[in-house]
């Protein structure tokens, strides 16, 4: 059986396989353009609207993946910052202190 390895398309490398695909052409046609398979393609149209939002705020073009949002943005913003914090003062951070400092965000 043929195993393929998996090729992940840059950020630019997917506005050009959307700009190819809608003028009308197959997502087996752009597949086989950019090596990729043609799921991975309808993925990416799936989720155009995300693909080109990254692009429009000058995303860096070496960017491999979407940055997705999530729902624990200001726990995880909190916690980054006392992260900064706490390495400019020399204290040894490890796995358990910032499970500390994140179960207190809560209280």
């Given amino acids: 059986m043929f195993c393929r390895s998996h090729k992940i398309l840059t950020l630019e490398q997917k506005v050009m396989a959307l700009e190819l695909y809608y003028k009308n052409n197959s997502t087996r046609t752009v597949g086989e353009a950019f090596g990729v398979s043609k799921d991975q393609i309808q993925k990416l149209v799936k989720c155009k609207a995300d693909?080109?939002?990254?692009?429009?705020?000058?995303?860096?073009?070496?960017?491999?993946?979407?940055?997705?949002?999530?729902?624990?943005?200001?726990?995880?913003?909190?916690?980054?910052?006392?992260?900064?914090?706490?390495?400019?003062?020399?204290?040894?951070?490890?796995?358990?202190l910032i499970q500390h400092q994140f179960i207190s965000c809560f209280k």
């Fill in 51 to 96: 693909v080109l939002e990254e692009y429009s705020v000058n995303a860096p073009s070496h960017s491999w993946c979407i940055h997705r949002k999530i729902g624990n943005d200001e726990i995880n913003e909190l916690t980054w910052k006392w992260f900064q914090d706490a390495t400019t003062r020399h204290v040894q951070v490890s796995r358990p």
